[in-house]
C-alpha cells in the first residue's frame, strides 16, 4: 500500500530554494480549522500556530499561559485545513526552557501529536542545546529573536530591541548558532530593518520579518490583526488588508434588527 504524498505541499528545501531564488516568503498566523481553510486556499506558504492565540483566542494579556495541550488542540484544526502551507507549532513558555530532554520530549509530542510540521521557539545560545537535539531528532526548528514576547516580564514590554550595538551583536552571533544549529528558519521581530537586514545575508536558512523591515526574505503577521479585527492594536509594522470588526459589528448588527423586527427568518428561510 502506497501512501500519497502531495507534492504541492511546502517544504523546508522548498523555502531554502525560494531564499536562494530571490522570492519573497509569505506567512500568517492561524488558529482554527475555517480560517486556515481560507489563508491556505488564499496561497500561504506558511501558516503559524503561534502562541499568540493567548491573546487572540484566549483573551490573555501576554502570551505565557498558553499550555502545550492547548497548543496542540489549535493545532490540530490547522493542520487538518492545510493542503499546501507548511505548519509550525509555537512551543508555549516553560516547554523548553527548563532542560534540553524536556524540550525535546515537549517538541516531539508537539510534532506527533498535532501533526504540525516543524516547532518555533524563543531565544538563541541559551537554547542551542535543546535546538541541536531536535533538528538531531528530526524535529524541524524555526528559531525567533529579536523582541521575543516570551520575555516581556525580563524587557518590562514591547519596545523595539536590538537597538544598541551590544544587543545587535548578540543578535547576530545568535542568529548564526540557530543557523548552524540546523534552524530551517528565523523569525525576527521589532528590530531595526537594517539589523534585520544583515542578519537575512548572514544567514543561510531564511529569515521572516515581522516589524523587522523589508530586506528579510518574508514577512509573517498576525492574521486577526492584518485582517482589522483587533480594533485598538496599530502600531508602526501593522498594515491593515482588511477592515474585518466593521463588517463583523455592521453583519451582526444586522442579523440583530432583523431577529427582533421578526423579518429573520423569512417564509423562504423556513420549512
Ligand atoms: O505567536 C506569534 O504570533 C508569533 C509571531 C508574532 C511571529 O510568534
Known amino acids: 500500500m502506497s501512501v500519497h504524498v502531495q507534492n504541492s505541499r511546502m517544504t523546508t528545501a522548498k523555502l531554502r530554494q525560494m531564499k536562494q531564488n530571490g522570492e519573497k516568503i509569505a506567512m500568517?498566523?492561524?488558529?482554527?480549522?475555517?480560517?486556515?481553510?481560507l489563508?491556505?486556499?488564499?496561497?500561504?506558504?506558511?501558516?503559524l500556530v503561534g502562541d499568540s492565540a493567548s491573546n487572540v483566542?484566549?483573551?490573555?494579556?501576554?502570551?505565557l499561559p498558553i499550555t502545550v495541550?492547548?497548543?496542540?488542540?489549535?493545532?490540530?484544526?490547522?493542520?487538518?485545513?492545510?493542503?499546501?502551507?507548511?505548519?509550525?507549532?509555537?512551543?508555549?513558555?516553560?516547554?523548553?526552557?527548563?532542560?534540553?530532554?524536556?524540550?525535546?520530549?515537549?517538541?516531539?509530542?508537539?510534532?506527533k501529536e498535532s501533526?504540525?510540521?516543524?516547532?518555533?521557539?524563543?531565544?538563541?545560545?541559551?537554547i542551542i542545546d535543546a535546538i541541536r537535539r531536535m533538528v538531531q531528532s528530526g524535529v524541524p526548528v524555526m528559531g525567533?529573536?529579536?523582541?521575543?514576547?516570551?520575555?516581556?516580564?525580563?524587557?518590562?514590554?514591547?519596545g523595539l530591541r536590538a537597538k544598541e550595538e551590544k544587543e545587535a551583536e548578540k543578535l547576530i552571533h545568535d542568529a548564526k548558532l540557530l543557523d548552524e544549529a540546523g534552524c530551517f528558519s528565523i523569525v525576527l521581530e521589532k528590530i531595526p530593518a537594517a539589523l534585520a537586514e544583515k542578519v537575512t545575508k548572514a544567514v543561510s536558512c531564511p529569515v521572516i520579518g515581522i516589524g523587522a523591515g523589508n530586506g528579510t526574505d518574508g514577512q509573517v503577521l498576525v492574521l486577526h490583526d492584518m485582517l482589522g479585527m483587533n480594533q485598538g492594536f496599530k502600531p508602526k509594522f501593522l498594515r491593515h488588508f482588511a477592515k474585518l470588526a466593521d463588517?463583523?459589528?455592521?453583519?451582526?448588527?444586522?442579523?440583530?434588527?432583523?431577529?427582533?423586527?421578526?423579518?429573520?427568518?423569512?417564509?423562504?428561510?423556513?420549512?
Not at 39 to 47: Q, R, S, T, W
Not at 115 to 124: F, R, Y
Open 28 to 37: 500568517l498566523t492561524s488558529y482554527d480549522f475555517t480560517l486556515a481553510s
Open 39 to 47: 489563508v491556505d486556499e488564499a496561497g500561504i506558504d506558511m501558516l
Open 57 to 63: 483566542v484566549c483573551g490573555n494579556m501576554y502570551t
Open 69 to 111: 495541550d492547548e497548543m496542540i488542540f489549535l493545532t490540530k484544526g490547522v493542520v487538518r485545513a492545510a493542503q499546501h502551507a507548511l505548519v509550525v507549532c509555537d512551543m508555549p513558555f516553560g516547554s523548553y526552557q527548563v532542560n534540553t530532554d524536556e524540550a525535546v520530549r515537549n517538541a516531539i509530542k508537539i510534532l
Open 115 to 126: 501533526g504540525c510540521d516543524a516547532v518555533k521557539l524563543e531565544g538563541g545560545e541559551e
Open 144 to 158: 525567533h529573536l529579536g523582541l521575543t514576547p516570551q520575555s516581556v516580564n525580563q524587557f518590562g514590554g514591547y
Open 247 to 271: 463588517e463583523v459589528k455592521g453583519a451582526v448588527g444586522e442579523y440583530v434588527s432583523a431577529v427582533k423586527d421578526g423579518s429573520f427568518p423569512s417564509a423562504e428561510e423556513s420549512y
